[in-house]
């Protein structure tokens, strides 16, 4: 098993920065790839963002050049900092990991992101 924490969600203003962190715990040696998923009311969650423990990152084209995934190792997190933060980037943010060799995977409880224009 692995827990996964969000922190950070908040109310921000359009165009301002604002950075989303994840703390795991459980069995984080077996953890592959972490990231972070979004979703709107009533839509199905969308992946954001997510790297693998070597360090390779996938973004959601609508992200990309804006947002940017990060993941320390040592300290078994992974942080999200978004940059020129848009009112269709108001979501749930939910953050996720998957474990070898089942590639089973784990979500945090989500944390809001409003923002505002």
């Known amino acids: 098993q692995v827990q996964l924490v969000e922190s950070g969600g908040g109310l921000v203003q359009a165009g301002k920065s604002h950075t989303l962190s994840c703390a795991s715990s459980?069995?984080?040696?077996?953890?592959?790839?972490m990231g972070w998923y979004r979703q709107y009311p009533g839509k199905e969650r969308e992946s954001v963002a997510t790297?693998?423990?070597?360090?390779?990152?996938k973004y959601r084209a609508s992200v990309d050049g804006r947002f940017l995934i990060s993941r320390d190792n040592s300290k078994n997190t992974v942080s999200l900092e978004m940059t020129n933060l848009q009112p269709e980037d108001t979501a749930r943010y939910f953050c996720?990991?998957?474990?070898?060799?089942?590639?089973?995977?784990?979500w945090g409880q989500g944390t809001q992101v409003t923002v505002t224009s």
């Open positions: 996720y990991a998957d474990i070898l060799p089942s590639f089973r995977g784990f």
């Open positions: 459980g069995m984080v040696s077996r953890i592959d790839v």
């Open positions: 790297i693998t423990r070597t360090g390779d990152t």
